[in-house]
C-alpha cells in the first residue's frame, strides 16, 4: 500500500516510484521470460532492427502470471482510485535493447485524457497503470520521460470545453503537437531499482525514450479500472482482450480470479 504522501503525489504529478513486495527471484524469472519471448533479432537484409519490443495481453507464462495476479497491484489500485472493487484492465510487456550508438531521444504523448471530474469522482473514472521494472532503469537505459501534473492541466481544459465534459473516457494516442498549448512542466525521466513500480496515469504527456545503455530494459505493464467504469479501448484491442480475460478466468489463482471482469 502507499503512504498518503504517495497517493497525493500519483494524485498531482501523475506518477510515484514506490517499492513492491515484489522478490529478486521473481524478477529474474520474469527477466528470463523476456529474454525467451522478446529476444532481439537482427534484421533481414534492407530491413531496420526492432529495439523496442512489445506484447499486450497475448503472454501466458507462468512467471508473468504471478506478477499480473500478485494482490499489491490490486490493493494499491483501489487505494489510489478510491473504489473498494478494481478489475484488471490490461497487461502488456515492453523489451528495450540497447542503441550504443544512438542519440537518445524520447516520444511524447498521452495514451488516454480525462476531465476534471473523472479525476475527482468516487470512485475515479480512470485507468491506474503500473510500470514494473523488471531491470534498473537509469537515464540512458530507456526511461520512462514524462511532464509531472500535466493530466491535470489537461483535464482543467477538457472540463471547460462543454463538448468534451462528460464524455466517457477513450484510450486514444494524443502526440504532444496535438495536444492543447498548455504550461507544461518540462520532462523528467523516471529511473528505478528492478522490483520498483511506477504507479501512473498515462494521461501525463509521457513517452519512451531510446536506450542508449549497454543493457536491455524490461518492463511490465498492469493497469486497473474501478468496478463498473467504464473506459473505451480501441476497436482493435476490444475482442484482444475479452479472449485474454478468459484465459486468465481460468489460469489464475482461484483467490485471484476475482480480479478479472465477468464479461
Not at 143 to 166: F, K, M, Q, T, Y
Not at 196 to 225: C, E, M, W, Y
Request: with cysteine; aromatic share 8%; charged share 20%.
Amino acid at each position: 500500500m502507499l503512504t498518503d504522501q504517495q497517493v497525493r503525489q500519483f494524485d498531482q504529478a501523475g506518477a510515484v516510484t514506490v517499492d513492491s513486495p515484489l522478490t529478486s527471484q521473481q524478477m529474474s524469472a520474469a527477466a528470463n521470460a523476456y529474454d525467451r519471448l522478446l529476444p532481439f533479432q537482427e534484421p533481414d537484409p534492407g530491413e531496420q532492427a526492432r529495439y523496442r519490443l512489445g506484447n499486450a495481453c497475448q503472454f501466458f507464462d507462468q512467471e508473468l502470471l504471478n506478477l499480473i495476479q500478485h494482490p499489491f497491484f490490486e490493493d494499491v489500485a483501489k487505494q489510489v482510485l478510491n473504489t473498494q472493487s478494481a478489475y484488471l484492465y490490461l497487461a502488456a510487456m515492453a523489451h528495450t535493447h540497447p542503441q550504443p550508438d544512438a542519440e537518445w531521444t524520447f516520444d511524447q504523448h498521452t495514451d488516454i485524457q480525462y476531465c476534471l471530474s473523472d479525476l475527482n469522482a468516487t470512485p475515479k473514472r480512470m485507468v491506474c497503470s503500473f510500470f514494473l521494472w523488471i531491470s534498473d532503469v537509469n537515464e540512458k537505459r530507456a526511461p520512462l520521460v514524462l511532464r509531472p501534473g500535466s493530466h491535470r492541466l489537461i483535464a482543467d481544459w477538457r472540463e471547460s470545453n462543454p463538448d468534451l465534459r462528460g464524455v466517457t473516457p477513450q484510450v486514444v494516442g494524443t502526440k504532444l503537437a496535438d495536444l492543447p498549448n498548455l504550461p507544461f512542466e518540462e520532462p523528467m525521466p523516471v529511473c528505478a531499482k528492478s522490483g520498483q513500480v511506477s504507479v501512473l496515469t498515462t494521461s501525463t504527456v509521457h513517452g519512451a525514450s531510446i536506450n542508449v545503455d549497454t543493457v536491455p530494459r524490461k518492463s511490465l505493464h498492469i493497469s486497473f479500472t474501478p468496478e463498473d467504469v467504464q473506459v473505451l479501448l480501441p476497436p482493435h484491442q476490444v475482442d484482444l482482450k475479452k479472449s485474454y480475460d478468459a484465459f486468465l478466468r481460468k489460469h489464475l489463482r482461484k483467490d485471484r480470479q476475482h480480479i478479472i471482469p465477468n464479461s
